[in-house]
T-cell receptor, first 116, second 116 residues
């Protein structure tokens, strides 16, 4: 079974600064997908960024980027130029490769607060 | 394109009752997954439906069931409600399985169930 660990329950960052959220996972699969989702106070789960395990290049989406270390089973999220709207709970999630059922295994989440 | 919709958004029931939640996926999406979110257990996978068939089920008692219709809309049912069933129930849809991307799940706003 897969497990996803987020060791930082809460973090804060000043507006316009950079913050990194940590995530580690455990799996015996060689190919899989990793995701970061954010859940603002509205509770709507929003996909932030995704990474395929067989791709060496780290994914980037505007101010969001990941540092994917496959051997270390680490998948951290970096948010640059933090904005007040980034305040949310962030979840790291794992999904098995294609052909498997669509099941996300989530970490426990990191509550990020962006301070003005 | 309209997002995932869930009805109702809020629901209050008493112990012993049963409840049915509904989820309409994004047009063209055929996979629907359900998750339960609670403060204590976090986000947990309930089950996934694809082409009207349950493909995978999480570790929940038989009181939790679901189905999918030919138009990909899905319902989940919880019978004999317990206090511990109070949670946010999230539905997510995704495209059919492919070798590449299309595996990411898009979430609805959730149904907040309170059991008294």
């Amino acid at each position: 079974a897969q497990t996803v660990t987020q060791s930082q329950p809460e973090m804060s960052v000043q507006e316009a600064e950079t913050v990194t959220l940590s995530c580690t996972y455990d799996t015996s699969e060689s190919n899989y997908y990793l995701f970061w989702y954010k859940q603002p106070p509205s509770r709507q789960m929003i996909l932030v960024i995704r990474q395929e395990a067989y791709k060496q290049q780290n994914a980037t989406e505007n101010r969001f980027s990941v540092n994917f270390q496959k051997a270390a089973k680490s998948f951290s999220l970096k948010i640059s130029d933090s904005q007040l709207g980034d305040t949310a709970m962030y979840f790291c999630a794992f999904m098995k490769p294609p052909g498997s059922a669509r099941q996300l295994t989530f970490g426990s989440g990191t509550q990020l607060t962006v301070l003005p | 394109k309209a997002g995932v919709t869930q009805t109702p958004r809020y629901l209050i029931k008493t112990r012993g009752q049963q409840v049915t939640l509904s989820c309409s996926p994004i047009s063209g999406h055929r996979s629907v997954s359900w998750y339960q979110q609670t403060p204590g257990q976090g986000l947990q996978f309930l089950f996934e439906y694809f082409s009207e068939t349950q493909r995978n089920k999480g570790n929940f008692p038989g009181r939790f069931s679901g189905r999918q219709f030919s138009n990909s809309r899905s319902e989940m049912n919880v019978s004999t409600l317990e206090l511990g069933d109070s949670a946010l129930y999230l539905c997510a849809s995704s495209l059919p399985p492919t070798g590449g991307w299309g595996n990411e799940q898009f979430f609805g706003p959730g149904t907040r169930l309170t059991v008294l």
